[in-house]
T-cell receptor
Framework: SQQGEEDPQALSIQEGENATMNCSYK?????LQWYRQNSGRGLVHLIL?????REKHSGRLRVTLDTSKKSSSLLITASRAADTASYFC???????????FGSGTRLQVQP | DTAVSQTPKYLVTQMGNDKSIKCEQN?????MYWYKQDSKKFLKIMFS???????INETVPNRFSPKSPDKAHLNLHINSLELGDSAVYFC??????????FGNGTRLTVT
């Protein structure tokens, strides 16, 4: 089974609205990262939150981490059409040396 | 000045053939990875090399053989291609817990 699972699988909103994506994971982690993938391109790192952090901001992005619930959320505020992409969470756990990804949330922002 | 570059971008071949995908990174990272992304966008680790040494080898058929001639290169050779090998293959590099840098992927189609 997957380590990271994003919810919802797909999200369609209007420009200017906020988009919230959730991620759940199973094992102990050192950090959790969010990545973005535009169609036909590789993944691009957005933000990293460590296991001892609860919230982190970067521009229009806000990430929360609840290690007791093994979950994280990514909030994109004031969305733009250019935010249309797939968003993945990835966990770096205590034993492995590679990030484990989920299947992503496909975000569509309508202009 | 592409950080992680992989070639070719598209690869269409017939069942039973042998093919290679090349990856190079100019970031000076010690660790390189191959990930496979299936049709449902799920991204799964295949291999990881640290300074030319294989450190992760997930449950991948032994038809797949990674080769790292130096720490800036990690190539993937696939023997006896099967229909189920059709996917997008991503190379990535990283250092410790820092974010990964991905190439733009190689879309492999086996007919």
């Amino acid at each position: 089974s997957q380590q990271g699972e994003e919810d919802p699988q797909a999200l369609s909103i209007q420009e200017g609205e906020n988009a919230t994506m959730n991620c759940s994971y199973k094992t102990s982690i050192n950090n959790l990262q969010w990545y973005r993938q535009n169609s036909g391109r590789g993944l691009v790192h957005l933000i990293l939150i460590r296991s001892n952090e609860r919230e982190k901001h970067s521009g229009r992005l806000r990430v929360t981490l609840d290690t007791s619930k093994k979950s994280s959320s990514l909030l994109i505020t004031a969305s733009r059409a250019a935010d249309t992409a797939s968003y993945f969470c990835a966990t770096g756990d205590t034993g492995r040396r590679a990030l484990t990804f989920g299947s992503g949330t496909r975000l569509q922002v309508q202009p | 000045d592409t950080a992680v570059s992989q070639t070719p971008k598209y690869l269409v071949t017939q069942m039973g053939n042998d093919k290679s995908i090349k990856c190079e990174q100019n970031l000076g990272h010690d660790t390189m990875y191959w990930y496979k992304q299936d049709s449902k966008k799920f991204l799964k680790i295949m291999f990881s090399y640290n300074n030319k040494e294989l450190i992760i080898n997930e449950t991948v058929p032994n038809r797949f053989s990674p080769k790292s001639p130096d720490k800036a290169h990690l190539n993937l050779h696939i023997n006896s291609l099967e229909l189920g090998d059709s996917a997008v293959y991503f190379c990535a590099s990283g250092e410790g817990d820092s974010p990964l840098h991905f190439g733009n992927g190689t879309r492999l189609t086996v007919t």
